[in-house]
């Protein structure tokens, strides 16, 4: 069975940056791939950031890049989306996930970090 704890969350002002942790535990963390997702209230839940399991790729939303970068140490079984220059509309409730492939479905969740970003 593989766990993922998020943590990082809070409170900043736009302009300003949190970075966010997916502690994964359980076998394999190596061979997954890891994203970030977010629901904001009374929306969706989105895609936010994607990197495969050797860390060699990425891939964000639109409304992201450049903002955002995803990154992950297969030793210590975490990974980390930094978020730069926060915007009031990147305010939501943040998910990790893992899927054992590429375009496969998300097996695994956390149950979320809150981030909110005053304007």
């Known amino acids: 069975q593989v766990q993922l704890v998020e943590s990082g969350g809070g409170l900043v002002q736009a302009g300003g940056s949190l970075r966010l942790s997916c502690a994964v535990s359980g076998r394999a963390f190596s061979t997954y791939h890891m994203g970030w997702f977010r629901q904001a209230p009374g929306k969706e839940r989105e895609f936010v950031a994607e990197i495969t399991w050797s860390g060699g790729d990425t891939y964000y939303a639109d409304t992201v890049k450049g903002r955002f970068t995803i990154s992950r140490d297969n030793a210590k079984n975490t990974v980390w989306l930094q978020m730069n220059s926060l915007k009031h509309e990147d305010t939501a409730v943040y998910y990790c996930?893992?899927?054992?492939?590429?375009?496969?479905?998300?097996?695994?969740w956390g149950r979320g970090t809150q981030v909110t970003v005053s304007s």
């Open positions: 996930a893992a899927r054992g492939y590429a375009a496969g479905p998300w097996d695994y």
